[in-house]
């Protein structure tokens, strides 16, 4: 497998802009994690899923943000309208859903809002 | 807000010399797993002990976990410049598989 494979790798939008991050999780993995890295906040977790059914949506910041999983190997995070403080890392990651299981993460999206 | 907090927030030491990074968290725990992040890279599992653990090795990596003092420790032994990086701490925060991370670690060794 190749892995978790995110794209694009690099995204600059101005501000206002919709920008949507992909993200394709490891096949046969359940669960899939969206974080986000900044040096002020560090890894935060956004959202995370479970047989492609939203658990957890509480660290998504604001209605902005919204993140999809129409199946099981594919999802996206869009943010409308994007504004410069959304400039980060975002990272993807899977896992077998389940305690005592390790995270796979994506290579990250690096955003920067202008 | 973050589960486990990492501490120091940097360290720096020459090749050879081991590494000791110290994670806290909140609440109570199914596991913890430690995870390696390089520069402009996702991050990498490096190991996972559970709750009713106290010790766990894996090559030159050793953790150890207080569940009473909510506390895990990473010790990297006879450290190499390849080492450098950074070192996060994860817990599920007790709700199965969501992995909260903490501020983590950075690692500098000189060679």
């Known amino acids: 497998d190749a892995g978790v494979i995110q794209s694009p790798r690099h995204e600059v939008t101005e501000m206002g802009q919709e920008v949507t991050l992909r993200c394709k999780p490891i096949?046969?993995?359940?669960?899939l994690f969206w974080y986000r890295q900044t040096m002020m906040r560090g890894l935060e977790l956004l959202i995370y899923?479970?047989?492609?059914?939203?658990?957890?949506d509480s660290g998504m910041p604001e209605d902005r943000f919204s993140a999809k999983m129409p199946n099981a190997s594919f999802s996206t995070l869009k943010i409308q309208p994007s504004e410069p403080r959304d400039s980060a890392v975002y990272f993807c990651?899977?896992?077998?859903?389940?305690?005592?299981?390790?995270?796979?993460f994506g290579q990250g999206t690096r955003l920067t809002v202008v | 807000s973050q589960q486990g907090e990492e501490d120091p927030q940097a360290l720096s030491i020459q090749e050879g010399e081991n590494a000791t990074m110290n994670c806290s968290y909140k609440?109570?725990?199914?596991?913890l797993q430690w995870y390696r992040q390089n520069s402009g890279r996702g991050l990498v599992h490096l190991i996972l002990i559970r709750s009713n653990e106290r010790e766990k090795h894996s090559g030159r990596l050793r953790v150890t976990l207080d569940t009473s003092k909510k506390s895990s420790s990473l010790l990297i032994t006879a450290s190499r410049a390849a080492d450098t990086a950074s070192y996060f701490c994860?817990?599920?925060?007790?709700?199965?598989?969501?992995?909260?991370f903490g501020a983590g670690t950075i690692l500098r060794v000189k060679s």
């Open positions: 899923f479970n047989n492609n059914v939203p658990i957890d």
């Open positions: 990651a899977s896992s077998n859903r389940g305690s005592n299981t390790e995270a796979f």
């Open positions: 994860a817990t599920d925060a007790g709700h199965g598989n969501k992995l909260v």
């Open positions: 609440t109570s725990i199914n596991n």
């Open positions: 096949s046969g993995h359940n669960s």
